[in-house]
């Protein structure tokens, strides 16, 4: 059988509680809707949140909710999943990527101002495979040009910087995905998060139709939008995870210690690293080789003995699809390098010491016959 770079962890209280939505009155948007807002904002110490179907979904009325449309730029990271700025296209807005920094693969906040521009309306940090965001500096920019933030929180529920928990944020608005391979999982699911109320009113009526209610009950469309909304399954599935999220986190920071353990004296190989003031979610455990060609041998030999390792991310404008859209001639340098020599390895809840060990082996053993 092979072992993939992530996947989630279902235990049978997560099953009994499906289990128990499904005799109950309410399928979609109802009670479980509300504990779960309750549970997240606790976690996060948000005020608000509001669960739409995927972390695409919550991107794409994140960048709603602050009116981004045609003529608008967005200022975002190359190393990150398309949905962060297919999201802004989906506004008719252009997403403009910044380079990366190489300590932790994250968007180099010291370049975020040399791309800033009069149609410039929102910076878009990911917190890419859980390692924060130099935050402090993306807001003081923000601050400084009178910019939005909305920060793409899908690989980091459970990361901190400056020793607080992210999410509960300076930033405009936070969004959230529970797939499978996320920190969480409700099969499908995501979230927004965020501290302004008006937003926050914004938000749920784009979830349902832009549809508002006034205190009759009565049905008043004010927004033209789809329907975003998700279900008291799903909802039940997510609570029960939630219960465990602290636990996930212990299991990914053990995996890594032995990865790093195992592999730190490992020549042409650069580890991961966590900065200063931060703790890492571990979404993903991404390693370096000093080139491409050694990278490649490492990935089809671990390949080979069923370890399906996987490259997080190509730069987003290398996609046929943006080079045929406008970024023909797009390249950064550090995200490019990064492309060409990174290895996600396996990290998830469950994840077997005896697999941690053999992965490292395949490792160690190409890099002495080298
Ligand atoms: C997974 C992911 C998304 C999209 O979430 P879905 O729930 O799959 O729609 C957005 N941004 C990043 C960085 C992701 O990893």
């Not at 975003?228 to 465990?244: F, H, N, V």
Request: aromatic letters at 14%; one cysteine or more; hydrophobic letters at 40%.
């Amino acid at each position: 059988m092979s072992i993939p770079y992530g996947k989630q962890y279902i235990d049978e209280k997560d099953i009994q509680e499906v289990v128990a939505t499904l005799k109950s009155n309410y399928l979609t948007t109802w009670p479980k809707v509300a504990e779960f807002e309750q549970k997240l904002c606790a976690y996060t110490w948000s005020k608000y949140a509001v669960a739409v179907g995927n972390g695409t979904q919550a991107l794409h009325i994140a960048y709603q909710t602050i009116w981004l449309q045609a003529g608008d730029e967005i200022i975002t990271t190359a190393n990150t999943f398309v949905a962060t700025s297919n999201a802004a296209l989906f506004c008719w807005a252009t997403p403009v990527f910044c380079d990366i920094e190489l300590e932790n693969y994250n968007i180099d906040a010291n370049k975020i101002e040399n791309l800033i521009t009069a149609k410039t309306k929102a910076i878009v940090p990911v917190h890419f495979a859980g390692q924060p965001c130099e935050m402090t500096k993306i807001w003081d920019i923000a601050k400084k040009y009178w910019l939005q933030v909305i920060e793409d929180w899908a690989h980091a529920l459970g990361a901190q910087y400056n020793w607080i928990k992210i999410g509960n944020t300076q930033s405009d608005m936070v969004t959230l995905s529970f797939h499978p391979v996320k920190p969480i999982t409700t099969g499908e699911w995501g979230a927004v998060l965020t501290n302004n109320k008006e937003y926050y009113e914004k938000l749920l009526k784009l979830r349902s139709h832009g549809i508002e209610r006034d205190e009759k009950w009565f049905n008043n469309m004010v927004y033209l939008w789809n329907n975003y909304r998700i279900t008291d399954i799903q909802c039940a599935l997510w609570c029960s995870q939630m219960d465990k999220l602290d636990y996930f986190l212990e299991s990914r920071k053990n995996i890594v210690k032995k990865y790093n353990e195992n592999l730190h004296n490992t020549k042409w190989i650069i580890l991961p690293k966590e900065k200063d003031n931060t703790i890492c979610g571990w979404h993903l455990y991404v390693v370096r080789f000093e080139t491409e060609e050694i990278r490649d041998n490492v990935m089809s030999e671990l390949k080979q003995k069923w370890y399906w390792v996987t490259l997080h991310y190509p730069p987003v404008y290398s996609h046929t699809y943006y080079r045929e859209h406008g970024y023909k001639d797009t390249t950064l340098p550090n995200a490019e390098l990064y492309y060409k020599t990174c290895l996600s390895l396996p990290i998830f809840v469950g994840l077997e010491d005896k697999d941690i060990d053999a992965v490292c082996f395949i490792i160690k053993d190409m890099a002495w016959r080298k």
